[in-house]
């Protein structure tokens, strides 16, 4: 686990070079003064060192609304290099300052980083939609409403209630900067190819309190048990709240940015008796909740294979009663199970 992370200016520092800094630092100062281009003081080799210069600043700088980060050129004139900045509408920020206060009032008794961080995380997931239209249109150089494009920034998120996984990650990381908790954001792919972000997070009062935290994933599984009203049964799940590097990489995630994040014991399911590396305790669980609960959602790894679990969870439950409506099963090892029958609700 790294010990000497800086995250004022995270990306800034740990990616870029002397050139790239430069650039940087034009782009964000021009940004703040709303500057519809900015020179270059320093000779660049190629617009790749733009391109890795302006995804810094995004994601060191979650507070930044107003920019199209996607949409932008180089050109030369008289002045020197000149990088053409795209902007949006102005954010209404009183918008923004009112989840802020929401969020800071409903966290305030809370004693410990991580009921903190997982308040905020349950508070996104459960009021923000996975935009699929929105990242279609992106792959398919479509966007243009501005609306679109807020769902990349922390204001689709925040006021419009959708976002894509830039949009979850930037706002969850300006929400726990907004009650002293640390978080940067780490680019990754996602089913091998497929760009993607997170969060990790610094839980201050944990021992090795750097975990992951993946909201896109968790925000994934939202719609997966309807009662006829549309409302969420399960509203939320936490398959990739506080969870390590390995974790990660078994949900499909990969990414040469990982921190090093090595505590099992942080996940979700870990932290609410969810977890089992025996069937037998897993046995213990289901019969002991089998009269109390509809569904099931835990965590296994241990002998058995994910599907050889899946399937005998299954059968248990079936024994007390619970009908079985959907599963996921992860590789080889790890496995979250839900069970249950739309019409006992």
Same mark, same amino acid.
């Given at each position: 686990?790294?010990?000497?992370?800086?995250?004022?200016?995270?990306?800034?520092?740990?990616?870029?070079?002397?050139?790239?800094?430069?650039?940087? /630092?034009?782009?964000?100062?021009?940004? #703040?003064?709303?500057?519809?281009?900015?020179?270059?003081?320093? $000779?660049?080799?190629?617009?790749?060192?733009?391109?890795?210069?302006?995804?810094?600043?995004?994601? =060191?700088?979650?507070?930044?609304?107003?920019? #199209?980060?996607?949409?932008?050129?180089?050109?030369?004139?008289?002045?020197?290099?000149?990088?053409?900045?795209?902007?949006?509408?102005?954010?209404?920020?009183?918008?923004?300052?009112?989840?802020?206060?929401?969020?800071? +009032?409903?966290?305030?008794?809370?004693?410990? =980083?991580?009921?903190?961080?997982?308040?905020?995380? $349950?508070? *996104?997931?459960?009021?923000?939609?996975? =935009?699929?239209?929105?990242?279609?249109?992106?792959? $398919?150089?479509?966007?243009?409403?501005?609306?679109?494009?807020?769902?990349?920034?922390?204001?689709?998120?925040?006021? @419009?209630?959708?976002?894509?996984?830039?949009?979850?990650?930037?706002?969850? %990381?300006?929400? *726990?900067?907004?009650?002293?908790? /640390?978080?940067?954001?780490? *680019?990754?792919?996602?089913?091998?190819?497929?760009?993607?972000?997170?969060?990790?997070?610094?839980?201050? /009062?944990?021992?090795?309190?750097?975990?992951?935290?993946?909201?896109?994933? $968790?925000?994934?599984?939202? #719609?997966?048990?309807?009662?006829?009203?549309?409302?969420?049964?399960?509203?939320?799940?936490?398959?990739?709240?506080?969870?390590?590097?390995?974790?990660?990489?078994?949900?499909?995630?990969?990414?040469?940015?990982?921190?090093?994040?090595? %505590?099992?014991?942080?996940?979700?399911?870990?932290?609410?008796?969810?977890?089992?590396?025996?069937?037998?305790?897993?046995?213990?669980?289901?019969? /002991?909740?089998?009269?109390?609960?509809?569904?099931?959602?835990?965590?296994?790894?241990? #002998?058995?294979?994910?599907?050889?679990?899946?399937?005998?969870?299954?059968?248990?439950?079936?024994? @007390?009663?619970?009908?079985? +409506?959907?599963?996921?099963?992860?590789?080889?090892?790890?496995?979250?199970?839900?069970?249950?029958?739309? %019409?006992?609700?």
């Amino acid at each position: 686990m790294e010990n000497d992370i800086i995250v004022r200016n995270y990306r800034k520092n740990r990616f870029l070079n002397a050139v790239q800094q430069s650039i940087y /630092d034009s782009i964000y100062l021009s940004i #703040n003064s709303r500057r519809p281009n900015c020179v270059i003081p320093v $000779d660049f080799q190629s617009f790749a060192d733009i391109e890795v210069a302006m995804t810094a600043v995004k994601y =060191d700088h979650p507070e930044i609304m107003n920019v #199209n980060f996607n949409n932008f050129n180089a050109s030369i004139d008289v002045r020197g290099r000149i990088i053409n900045l795209s902007y949006i509408r102005t954010p209404e920020q009183s918008k923004i300052n009112e989840v802020v206060n929401y969020i800071k +009032e409903k966290t305030s008794s809370l004693k410990k =980083d991580y009921d903190k961080a997982l308040f905020i995380h $349950d508070y *996104l997931v459960e009021n923000v939609s996975y =935009d699929y239209a929105v990242l279609k249109k992106a792959n $398919d150089g479509e966007i243009t409403s501005e609306e679109d494009l807020e769902c990349f920034s922390i204001y689709g998120p925040l006021v @419009h209630h959708r976002a894509v996984c830039s949009g979850f990650t930037l706002a969850y %990381n300006y929400l *726990l900067s907004q009650i002293g908790i /640390d978080a940067v954001t780490i *680019l990754a792919n996602e089913d091998k190819n497929v760009p993607h972000c997170f969060s990790a997070i610094h839980l201050k /009062d944990e021992e090795n309190g750097w975990i992951n935290v993946d909201l896109t994933i $968790d925000s994934k599984k939202e #719609n997966i048990f309807f009662d006829r009203g549309k409302k969420r049964i399960y509203p939320f799940f936490h398959f990739a709240f506080g969870v390590s590097d390995e974790r990660m990489r078994d949900l499909d995630v990969s990414s040469n940015e990982f921190l090093g994040c090595d %505590n099992e014991n942080l996940s979700y399911y870990y932290q609410n008796n969810l977890f089992f590396n025996q069937f037998p305790k897993l046995r213990r669980y289901i019969n /002991d909740m089998s009269g109390r609960k509809k569904i099931f959602i835990f965590e296994y790894k241990g #002998n058995y294979k994910a599907k050889e679990m899946a399937i005998m969870a299954s059968k248990l439950l079936y024994e @007390h009663g619970i009908n079985i +409506e959907s599963n996921y099963y992860f590789f080889d090892r790890y496995f979250c199970f839900m069970g249950g029958t739309l %019409n006992e609700f």
